[in-house]
T-cell receptor, first 115, second 113 residues
Framework: ETGVTQSPTHLIKTRGQQVTLRCSSQSGHNTVSWYQQALGQGPQFIFQYYREEENGRGNFPPRFSGLQFPNYSSELNVNALELDDSALYLC??????????????FGPGTRLTVT | AQSVTQLGSHVSVSEGALVLLRCNYSSSVPPYLFWYVQYPNQGLQLLLKYTSAATLVKGINGFEAEFKKSETSFHLTKPSAHMSDAAEYFCAVSEDTGNQFYFGTGTSLTVIP
């Protein structure tokens, strides 16, 4: 069984640019959640996708957007990058939307540096 | 709003000693509480979770946590630390729907040989 994978592992972008991060969910999982983990901080919930629809969003501006595809893989897009967007971006997949009922399996993350 | 506070950003213990990592929560409703571990360059792994079934929760790798409503706490313990326990530990709380988690700032555990 393949776990959650994320690509790329690292990338460096310039302020004002746009970036797309990718996540392949674990086999059979229909829900993907994205988190931002700034250095020295805990992960912060960005949003969740369930069956290609957004199902909950944290306190992030609209320039953070996402997609989920029919195979349940997902993308996180960030427009107009700011220096504070530098962080580790984690995705987690699960069998259902409730993390209380279904364990979230996390990928290793994408380290984004904005200069 | 729900939140968790982890006291002590860094904890050091000797190998074989008791591990105690502290977490206090703030929730207006009965919470669901979680402990996760993060090893370097890896994602988070669930250690254990509290979902109101039992106040003492046993997890993987010998860890356990006790839910104390009167103290609004969910501290993580392990009787005897092992070198492999060195990692970052995060406490988290979720809403009723469970689709949004709120994580603490983490505690880095160092195990001294």
């Amino acid at each position: 069984e393949t776990g959650v994978t994320q690509s790329p592992t690292h990338l460096i972008k310039t302020r004002g640019q746009q970036v797309t991060l990718r996540c392949s969910s674990q086999s059979g999982h229909n829900t993907v959640s994205w988190y931002q983990q700034a250095l020295g901080q805990g992960p912060q919930f960005i949003f969740q996708y369930y069956r290609e629809e957004e199902n909950g969003r944290g306190n992030f501006p609209p320039r953070f957007s996402g997609l989920q595809f029919p195979n349940y893989s997902s993308e996180l897009n960030v427009n107009a990058l700011e220096l504070d967007d530098s962080a580790l971006y984690l995705c987690a997949s699960s069998l259902g939307t409730s993390g209380n009922l279904y364990e979230q399996y996390f990928g290793p993350g994408t380290r984004l540096t904005v200069t | 709003a729900q939140s968790v506070t982890q006291l002590g950003s860094h904890v050091s213990v000797s190998e074989g000693a008791l591990v105690l990592l502290r977490c206090n929560y703030s929730s207006s409703v009965p919470p669901y509480l979680f402990w996760y571990v993060q090893y370097p360059n890896q994602g988070l792994q669930l250690l254990l979770k509290y979902t109101s079934a039992a106040t003492l929760v046993k997890g993987i790798n010998g860890f356990e946590a006790e839910f104390k409503k009167s103290e609004t706490s969910f501290h993580l313990t392990k009787p005897s630390a092992h070198m492999s326990d060195a990692a970052e530990y995060f406490c988290a709380v979720s809403e009723d729907t469970g689709n949004q988690f709120y994580f603490g700032t983490g505690t880095s555990l160092t195990v001294i040989p």
